[in-house]
Structures are given as structure tokens and as C-alpha cells.
């Protein structure tokens, strides 16, 4: 045997070892079968993209609460005065804490100095001393948000300056922390993603993350591992549990035989490169297991790895309902763009879709909607459960043009398998570069937009300080619904031809503040606590008739929105709560706006003849704002209609408006039914309505709104 042929042998063989080498490194980077990696990589990224949209929801929540807190007066007065009251009336005890669900609050003045805090499960105050050791640590930096991993549990920490309502002056910070167990975090089990750089969690995952594996031991969750993974190189440098692959002697010995037999192992490196161009290929980040395979094994390893990266691209930009481009890929898109109206649309009542058809068929309905906006706007994108944003390159008071449009479409057009629904949308509109020349500032206008108001809405700068207010009563509403904090106010209406007291109107007020009760109506309606309020409001006037009717018979009108309208429970609840107080049909009324009830006229007929049969009356209030037919109008059968205050206002002044006005009398006397006037202040008004045969009156001319014992008084004063 020559030399030659002698060293082929050599070499084949050697080659053989370096296979072998190398297969051993990949079989212990992975404990799992060829078969499993295509199930594992797909639970794997769902799990992160998953569980990273928790935590973000997680700081969203916790961001929300901490600028409720910090931007208030009287956050930023109880620092400069350590206000006792303060204390009293907001942590009294833990309720507060418990009720925003969250672990620990801390304020602290410009010194850094904490002046006063509370911790959920010490249920006391913590004075400057007891401050947890850390967050000690942390106050000296004061970054914005903050992830600290400590005991097996991961604390979210949120800091925020402490100003006044308007933003102008700042004294001191708040902080806010919660703790994040695996039990708050679904697929906690399989692996959690947080963000990390080198040992501190930061909010960036550009180039590194951190993952977290834990076992249940005698089902308490226990952290076994935590690693950071950079690329395919250093993931090849342990194995799971934090044992070392090869030491740097195997690692020396492996690079000298690559050098020394490339040229026989070149068919075989060729491979690796391919399988490594396309691991490269994977999103950052990408924590890869492979499984253990042979040579003749690679091209399917690689055609495995490429049906993965495409996968994993679908999860990244696509939303897994109706498979359109979500928020991830609308971000990337519009990160180069520089001209551009974005319109952020929402879904109204979408939960009662559900709740009617079931989640199934929604979601069915959901993705016709996405399909009808697509073929509309082609760079549509569906962001949530029930919104969507399309952008166009035109200015934004044409994309509002074009959105109310679809508006229209949607609510009168839209039919699913034959059956017509009246779809209900509203719309926030910014655009780039007019209202700023950031991509992610442009999205968070059209979302302020959304929410201001009702409608289809483009964006002003003066929105940002509306919007602000609009949180602040928002916080308001929310406590004053977990404590029961209202109270009800009457004001009387008057018999023009008897000048005696006829009913009284039952109104909304919070106790101890001063707010606009329409903007508070319009809140309630957001955050959908409206049909719990009018339930709030429908039980206070009942305990109140007890008392009040010892002293006049007399109905009491209550206020409904389109939400009790809609509610198919209503009716349920009013007839127990009346058996409930003893309280008699003849001694209510309940009052829709013109608005809400041609909104949904089918909806209204059919709610009004349920009301009607339990011989309850039915006033129609503001009348002559809401443009409603003829036509409609006979189609609700009403007892009274009460005419707006701008009528009223301008009915001696204005030839036009006293004869529509006159008109509106006429036309309500045909129809079987009585007249309200409302915002009655001076005597020539009485006057002109006494001798245009208006029924009844009520304003501030005889009497404001009146809590309950000042309305008695008054009625007594009367007698």
C-alpha cells in the first residue's frame, strides 16, 4: 500500500472524527428529535412574541397608574406639605394599593428623599429608612422603567416626575413597582423573554436577551437558569443547565483538524456554510436548538430551518385572526416614510358582536371588515381584537373624508352571509410630517384623536391637554365607582297651568368634586362603565323616593345612554329593583335623547315597547338637535318630548326658532303627547310658552338641581 493511499486513509478516517466531533457538539446543544424542532420553534417565538406583549401590556397598566398619580395637584401639594389628609383619604389602608393592583407607591421629594410610602403585603407606611434596599439602589439613576429579577420573581419598576395637573411646575417623583410572578405570565412554563443588558434589565433587546428557565418544585416555581444568547457561536458554548460543551483544548483541537483537512472535508464544510448563511437568515435574537443529524441529513436540516424563518416571520408581522399585516409590520413600514396620514379605527361594541355570535363567528366578521378596509386602503394593517389603522399618502382632512365614507358603508352596507349588521366606527386621524416627524409620535396622535371624542376625528395639538384632563377623569370615574362615591340631584318640573310641581329630573353628580357631567357621560361610555352607573344612579333614586314621596307624589326621570338601550338585561334588572324598593311604575320615568334613540331605531322600538308594557313612561330628551325624520319619529311611541335649551335661548329672539319651536308643540299635541321645556330662566320665556300651550318647564327660573334634602325642603317651602 503506497503512502499515499495510506494517508487517503488517514485523512478519510480523521475526516470521520471531525464528523463525529461535530455532531457530538450539536447533540448536546439539544435534548430534542428531528421531529420535535419544527412544533418547538413555533411554540418557542410564540411564547416570546407572547409573553413580550404581557409584559408591555404589564407597563402600559402600570405607566397608566403612575401618571394618574404623579400628574395631580394634589400629588405635587402633599410633597411640598406633607398633607396628612391626603394620606387618609388615598391609603388609609391598603384598598387603594390593592384595588390598582399593585405592590408598592414611594414619593419622593427633589432630594431623592422618600417621604412617603406603602408596600401591599406590610399593609403599613414606610418611612425614608425601611425604603426596600432595592430600590435604594436605583433612586440615584431614576430611569424611566426598570426590571430587577429578585427571589424567583421579576419587579417592574416605574418612575415619574410629580407636576401639576397642567404639567408646568414639578416637584419631586413618584415611584411604582409590581411584582410579575410565572403565574401572571401565560407560557411562563416554556420559556420568558425579558429584556436585558449584560446584568441589568433594560427596556432595549438590540443585540442581546435574557432567558429565563424555571422547574415546579413541589409546585413552587423555581428559576434553574438564566443565560443570554447572543448568536449561533455562543449558544454553541453551552448546553442547557450552564455546563460547558467543549473546554479550549477540544476547542484548539477541532480548529487545528478544520485547517489541516479542509480540502478533504471541504463537501462538508460547504454544508455547514449553507446551514449557517441560513440560521443567519433567522430574526435576531433567534435562540436556536438543532437536532442531532448526519450528513446525508443537512438538506433537509436547511429546508427545515427556511420553512422556521418563515414561520417566525409570519408571527412577527401578521396577525394570526384574519392573517393581515399587524403592528410590528406597520412600525416598519412607516419607520421610512416621511409624508403620510394614518388613521387609527376602532370597532364600536365589538364584545357584543361576540357575546351575539359567539367568538368564532366574530372573528369571521372581524376579518370581513379588515378585508372591506383593505380593498379601500391598501396598506391596511389590523393592530388589535377589534382595530385597525390604514395610512394613505394624502393630507389628513382627505383621509377624514374617506374615512367617513367607509363610515357610512359600514354602518348602512355591511351584510355578513345575508344578514345586514350596522357596523359602528370611530377614527382618530394625524399625519407626517404636519403634526410631528416621529413615526411612533404620529401613531400615538391618531390614537389621542380616537379617543377624545366620538366621530371620526383629526388631530390638534390642543387635544394633547384634553386628552390629559380626560385621564385625570377617568381616575376620577374609577374611584368613584369602586367606592360608591355618587349622590343624585333633582330638579323640579313645573305644571305651567297649574304652577305646581309635576316630576323632577334625576342628575349624576360625584361627591366632593366639580365635574363636567357630559364629558363625564362620554368617559363612562369609553371605559364601558355606563350601564353599571345608570344601575348606580336607577338604585340611589328609588331609596331616595321612599322619603321624597312623603312629601309630594311626584315621577322621577331618569337618564338613559344607547349602552342600557342595547342591553338586553335591562328590563330584567329595572323589574327586580322596582319589586326590590316597592317602587310603582307610576312613579318613574325613564328619558332617551333624540340622539341615541335614532341611532339604532329597530333596537329603540323594540326597548321602548318592553318599557311600555310595564306602563313606565317615555320622554324623549333634547329634542330638535339630533336632525331626526318625521318618519322615524312615528315610529317611537313616546309619552313626552322635552325641547332642548337652545330653543329656548333664542325662542324670543329669533323668528325661525320661535316658529319651529311652535311647531314642535303643535306637532307633539297631535301625537298624543305632553312638552317639556328645558333651560327656562327668565319670566318672558315662561311667558311665551304658557301662551303657546307648553305643558311643562324646567330650569334655573325656578329652581337649580338640588341634592336630596335641599329638593324636599324646597317642595316644603312650596306647600
Known amino acids: 500500500m503506497t503512502f499515499a493511499k495510506k ?8 475526516a470521520l472524527f471531525l464528523v463525529f466531533c461535530i455532531n457530538f457538539i450539536l447533540q448536546a446543544a439539544s435534548e430534542k428529535n428531528k421531529e420535535e424542532i419544527k412544533n418547538y420553534f413555533v411554540n418557542h417565538y410564540y411564547s416570546q412574541f407572547s409573553i413580550e406583549n404581557q409584559l408591555k401590556n404589564y407597563e402600559n397598566f402600570l405607566e397608566t397608574i403612575v401618571t394618574d398619580w404623579a400628574v395631580w395637584d394634589d400629588s405635587y401639594n402633599f410633597i411640598n406639605s406633607f398633607n396628612k389628609k391626603f394620606i387618609d383619604s388615598n391609603f388609609g389602608n391598603n384598598t387603594t394599593l390593592i384595588n390598582m393592583k399593585i405592590d408598592g407607591m414611594f414619593f419622593f421629594n427633589k432630594n431623592k428623599k422618600a417621604i412617603y410610602g406603602r408596600i401591599v403585603d406590610k399593609n403599613k407606611e414606610i418611612t425614608v429608612s425601611q425604603l426596600p434596599d432595592f430600590l435604594k439602589k436605583l433612586i440615584n439613576n431614576l430611569p424611566k422603567k426598570y426590571y430587577l429579577l429578585k427571589n424567583n420573581k421579576i419587579y417592574l419598576i416605574i418612575f415619574h416626575p410629580v407636576m401639576t395637573t397642567d404639567t408646568k411646575k414639578t416637584n419631586g417623583f413618584l415611584l411604582v413597582y409590581k411584582i410579575i410572578t410565572p403565574k401572571d405570565i401565560k407560557g411562563f412554563d416554556k420559556v420568558v423573554f425579558s429584556y436585558a443588558n449584560n446584568k441589568k434589565f433594560e427596556t432595549s433587546i438590540k443585540d442581546k436577551f435574557l432567558v429565563i428557565r424555571y422547574k415546579l418544585y413541589k409546585n413552587t416555581p423555581k428559576i434553574i437558569e438564566i443565560s443570554v444568547y447572543k448568536n449561533i457561536s455562543l449558544f454553541l458554548s453551552s448546553i442547557e443547565k450552564g455546563k460547558v460543551l467543549l473546554n479550549l483544548s477540544v476547542s484548539f483541537f477541532i480548529i487545528v483538524l478544520f485547517i489541516v483537512l479542509y480540502l478533504v472535508t471541504k463537501p462538508v464544510l460547504n454544508k455547514i456554510l449553507l446551514l449557517t448563511d441560513e440560521i443567519n437568515k433567522l430574526p435576531e435574537n433567534t435562540d436556536l436548538n438543532l437536532p442531532v443529524f448526519k450528513e446525508k441529513d443537512f438538506n433537509s436540516i436547511v429546508s427545515t430551518i427556511k420553512n422556521v424563518s418563515k414561520r417566525i416571520n409570519e408571527l412577527l408581522y401578521y396577525d394570526q385572526t384574519c392573517k393581515m399585516k399587524n403592528k410590528n409590520a406597520l412600525f416598519k413600514e412607516i419607520k421610512n416614510m416621511n409624508n403620510f396620514s394614518i388613521a387609527v379605527i376602532n370597532i364600536g361594541d365589538f364584545s357584543k358582536i361576540n357575546s351575539i355570535y359567539g367568538y368564532e363567528t366574530g372573528s369571521e366578521i372581524l376579518c370581513k371588515i379588515g378585508r372591506f378596509l383593505h380593498t379601500r386602503f391598501p396598506f391596511t ?53 404636519e403634526d410631528t416627524d416621529d413615526y411612533i409620535k404620529v401613531f400615538e396622535y391618531a390614537n389621542v384623536a380616537l379617543n377624545i371624542s366620538k366621530g371620526v376625528n383629526v388631530f390638534e395639538k390642543e387635544m394633547l391637554s384634553k386628552s390629559k384632563y380626560y385621564i385625570n377623569l377617568e381616575r376620577i370615574l374609577r374611584k368613584a365607582i369602586v367606592e360608591k362615591n355618587f349622590e343624585i340631584f333633582y330638579q323640579p318640573i313645573i305644571d305651567i297651568k297649574k304652577n305646581k310641581l309635576f316630576s323632577a329630573e334625576a342628575l349624576l353628580r360625584i361627591k366632593n368634586q366639580t365635574v363636567n357631567i357630559e364629558d363625564l357621560i362620554f368617559i363612562a361610555t369609553q371605559i364601558g362603565s355606563i350601564n353599571e352607573i345608570t344601575k348606580i344612579v336607577l338604585e340611589k333614586v328609588f331609596e331616595d323616593l321612599k322619603e321624597i314621596k312623603k312629601y309630594a307624589g311626584l315621577k322621577i326621570a331618569v337618564n338613559l345612554s344607547s349602552k342600557d338601550i342595547e342591553n338586553e338585561d335591562f328590563v330584567n334588572f329595572l323589574q327586580k329593583l322596582l319589586k326590590k324598593h316597592s317602587v310603582s311604575h307610576n312613579d318613574i320615568a325613564l328619558e332617551i335623547t ?12 323594540k326597548f321602548i315597547n318592553k318599557i311600555r308594557s310595564m306602563q313606565i313612561p317615555i320622554e324623549i330628551d333634547d329634542f330638535g338637535v339630533a336632525y331626526s325624520s318625521l318618519n322615524q319619529l312615528s315610529k317611537i311611541d313616546f309619552d313626552i318630548i322635552k325641547i332642548d335649551k337652545s330653543f329656548i335661548d333664542l325662542v324670543l329672539t329669533d323668528k325661525k326658532v320661535e316658529t319651529i319651536t311652535k311647531f314642535i308643540i303643535e306637532l307633539t299635541h297631535f301625537l298624543n303627547a305632553e312638552v317639556i321645556a328645558e333651560g327656562v330662566e327668565v319670566k318672558e320665556q315662561v311667558e311665551w310658552l304658557k301662551n303657546n300651550s307648553c305643558d311643562y318647564i324646567q330650569g334655573y327660573y325656578f329652581s337649580k338641581p338640588l341634592c336630596k334634602n335641599d329638593f324636599i325642603e324646597w317642595i316644603r317651602m312650596r306647600k
Open 7 to 14: 494517508l487517503q486513509i488517514f485523512m478519510f478516517f480523521t
Open 381 to 433: 394593517y389590523h393592530i388589535g381584537e377589534d382595530r385597525f389603522v390604514i395610512i394613505e399618502n394624502i393630507p389628513k382632512e382627505e383621509m377624514q373624508k374617506k374615512v367617513k365614507k367607509i363610515q357610512k358603508e359600514l354602518n348602512k352596507k355591511f351584510y355578513f352571509k345575508d344578514e345586514f349588521l350596522s357596523i359602528d366606527i370611530i377614527a382618530g386621524i394625524a399625519s407626517m410630517p
Open 594 to 605: 333624540e340622539r341615541d334613540a335614532i341611532k339604532k331605531l329597530d333596537v329603540t322600538v
